[in-house]
């Protein structure tokens, strides 16, 4: 029988339907995401610790889920609310529903309800905390615990989602038809690259080993000193939940870092590398999350079209002098990327990896690989 839920935003705002999922309460920043596809991809992200996912597009859970498509060995976002959950999942690499998949793990979820109210209503009134209930709680009293929750300004997730020990990772991008990986590196690896774990995406991993890296992934906490005795080629800077500015120590490490050894930053390894070089961060209004986010190159003009899931920005004006700014987002105007080329270092706000999204801005592994091949 399906149970009546509740989402109550900060603001009061509450909102009826269905519970899927885990049955139970959840809260978390509410926040909407606008890709058609790849929700296992973006629940397994850990870039959405303590986030609830509202995803725009009207019909998910229609391919179900299968372990290949995690990006992180198991969903990280606190919550999903979907317009309509697709009953019969249909897919030939289907292990489990999506329903099923997010019972096993614990992850409350809300359906039936108005997206398009929702979205709109973040867009205008910003991302905010919000709960999920499926326990019988009035919303009155619901919206009265999600205003008294702690937002995410200030939070360091990183931390604790990062690796507790370092690991080798040579495996190369899998070919989805196959599960086999793909002839993409040819011989031995040419690079050793030392990656830091705010909150890792599995397939950043894949891309950097099929442009000819051996990896080490160290854990956040890790010392500029014990990262440079390991000799790598270059240093690679992961995404990750939560505020850049609150990840302890990460600002000052990097800094030791910039200069002595190529570093390619990706999202939350992009802000906390402008963190790094004495810029600064803030929080955006409901920020960019989805598949189709049209950013340009200031260097050769093109446009891509990319994979974004990002609450924080780097301030352009507190970079002046300290680095460039290569990309801006073409919606909005903010940064997407910098580059230090004296230091042979550069970051993009946004994911090539994309996983889910589009492909247009893969080539920036290979120019990691280029930076260190010197
Ligand atoms: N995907 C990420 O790395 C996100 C970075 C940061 N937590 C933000 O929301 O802006």
Redesign the pocket.
Known sequence: MTKRAVLALADGTTFEGRAFGAVGETVGEVVFNTSMYGYQEILT?P?YVGQIVTMSYPEMGNVGTTPEDEEAGKPHAVGMVVRALASQPSNWRSKESLDAYLKRHNVAGIEGLDTRRLVRHLRTHGAQMGVISSEGLSPTALAERARTAHG?EGLD?ATGVSTKTPYTFTAPSPDVFTGIGEAHPQGEPRFDVVAYD??LKKSMLHFLVDVGCRVTVVPSHTTADEVLARRPHGVFLA??????AAVKGADRTVAALLGKVPVFG????H?IMALALGGRTYKMKF?HRGGNQPVKDLTTGKVEITAQ?????VDDASLKGKAVVTHINLNDGTVEGLAVPDARAFSVQY?PEASPGPHDARYLFGRFAKLMAG
């Open positions: 992200d870039s995410m997730l705010y909150g995404n990750g939940p939560g505020d850049p990706i999202c939350l390894g802000q920020g899931n990002h609450g924080f920005a994911h």
